[in-house]
């Protein structure tokens, strides 16, 4: 299929998708519930007034609603939310990419940029000092489920041979289940007490 081929960018993509759709007013004659994340790219492309507020709450809410796996969808509209400053949907992109968005819960706008320049760097490069650093943030938050899932990437980076790197972009279907249990919350202080001891002594 095409809007899922390695083979078009983004911006191709787009424009194929957009040919097909029409317009605002021309895809939303009928009432819709449920649309693809596809279909939603579409109509942030065809958005010309960022500054129209009922506009974006619509967008907002239904962004909410649609799941992304691909990472050009999510680089996209991770620059979308960035150009008009929204801390919130530009980490919203970034945990469901990974996997581990929750509906509900709110953090001040201090916490998300904390946990946005880490995600930041790690989309660059992966390494294993930003996935050290957002599994402390959440778990600081105490979003331990999210943290978890840090965790366990963590541990994995740390089986492979220096150098390779870890591949945390995989679609959901090949994801390993995010083992959280009431004992994840104490692993998770006992890694990070060492972390901040040997940080005191340095």
Not at 160 to 180: A, D, H, N, R, T
Request: charged share 30%; hydrophobic share 35%; net charge negative.
């Amino acid at each position: 299929m095409w809007l899922t081929s390695s083979e078009l960018t983004i911006e191709e993509k787009i424009k194929k998708a957009t040919e097909i759709i029409g317009g605002w007013k021309q895809y939303f004659r009928e009432e819709r519930k449920d649309i693809s994340i596809f279909e939603y790219v579409v109509l942030v492309k065809m958005t010309t007034d960022f500054t129209n507020q009922e506009q974006m709450e619509k967008l907002k809410a239904m962004r909410r609603r649609v799941h992304n796996i691909y990472k050009d969808i999510m680089l996209y509209l991770v620059d979308v939310w960035k150009r008009i400053n929204d801390t919130s949907m530009e980490l919203l992109e970034y945990e469901q990419y990974y996997q581990i968005w929750e509906m509900g819960g709110s953090l001040s706008q201090n916490e998300e940029l904390l946990l946005l320049g880490h995600y930041r760097e790690l989309i660059i490069a992966e390494k294993e000092d930003c996935i050290t650093e957002l599994m402390q943030v959440y778990t600081d938050l105490r979003q331990y489920r999210k943290a978890a899932y840090w965790m366990r990437k963590r541990e994995e980076y740390e089986t492979l041979e220096s150098g390779k790197g870890i591949s945390m972009c995989l679609p959901v279907s090949e994801q390993q289940e995010v083992l959280y249990d009431k004992g994840t919350p104490q692993r998770l202080l006992n890694l990070l007490a060492g972390r901040y001891v040997w940080n005191r002594n340095n």
